[in-house]
């Protein structure tokens, strides 16, 4: 009898156990503008790492073709939060859309314009882009942003060149090795897969480091970043500071590992069959990522400006960038975990 009693008492305190620990994860679902981008990598890693539960959340990563892809998931409601470029929440503003970004993990954008390999002789500026085919993660996403920025900036109709739609992994490779588009908007690994088959890629434009972005944009400009809507960050506090404590733990740790044990650590099918190339591109991205997850409120003023050279309709709408972002929370990390610097 006392046997019975003592099983039954160690299984409810078991279910006692499981069900305060089920209660305990909020559950989070984050969608990914391509999370086989590097430029993603520590929203995926922070997950490998365990970072979510650790801050007390059940994080679903749902992975998208692009940014715009994973907007539409969170205004549509099926996604809380996105991983993905900050310009969004800019360019949403011009339309009274309220996006906030909370954490930020990429202090460049990463963004680079290549010209497909068969087209190398013919095109060797951006002017030569009017007219052609050149590819972009989705239609409406921060590479097609780019795209008709430097267009723009270079004097050339930014609807002059015929947008398509290739994603920003293998099947970006493929269309611009099989001749599909005359040139893309790509981001790593996919730009050094591409450098390591074609020794004479042609780059047109470049912002995987400092010096680059500052040549291009005139200043640093913020890359991927986790954001939701204005009300769900507002009231969602206990889980926006979860996202936000995992994202700068996650942080820290790329920055006290190597490249190859960043790599041993994330999934094999986002590493892919070349690892050589996936650890050559992660070695050249690893300075991109933020050692504080803060927001420069300079490098949201140059988003700002950038979108209103090629917008119109941003430059016209006389957007309040600071409402665009918050630096609360980190803030707050800073004080409980420091993880922030």
Known sequence: MKNTIARLAGALLALTLTTGFAAAQSKV???????SCLCYLPTVLAKQLGEYEKAGLNVELV???????????????????????FDHCVN?????QELQAFVVYDRYPGLVLVVAPSRTNDIKSVKDLAGKKVGVSAPGSSTDFFLKYMLKKNGIDPTSAAVIGVGLGATAVAAMEQGQIDAAVMLDPSVTVLQGNHKDLRILSDTRTQKDTLETFGGEYPGGALYSTAAWVSGHEKET???????????????????????????????????DLYLAALKNTIPMYSETGKMDPKGADAVLAVFSVSSPEVANAKIDV????TNKFVEQARKTTGNAK
């Open 322 to 325: 600071s409402k665009t972002f």
């Open 92 to 96: 949403l503003a011009a339309k009274k």
């Open 29 to 35: 679902t984050i969608a990914i503008g391509g999370g």
């Open 241 to 275: 500071q979860g996202l936000t404590n995992a994202i700068l733990a996650t942080l820290a740790w790329i920055h006290s590992h190597s490249p190859e044990e960043i790599m041993a650590k994330m999934p094999e099918e986002t590493v892919g069959k070349n690892k």
């Open 63 to 85: 992975d998208l073709k692009g940014g715009s892809d994973a907007l539409k998931a969170v205004l549509g409601g099926s996604a809380d939060v996105v991983s993905g470029y």
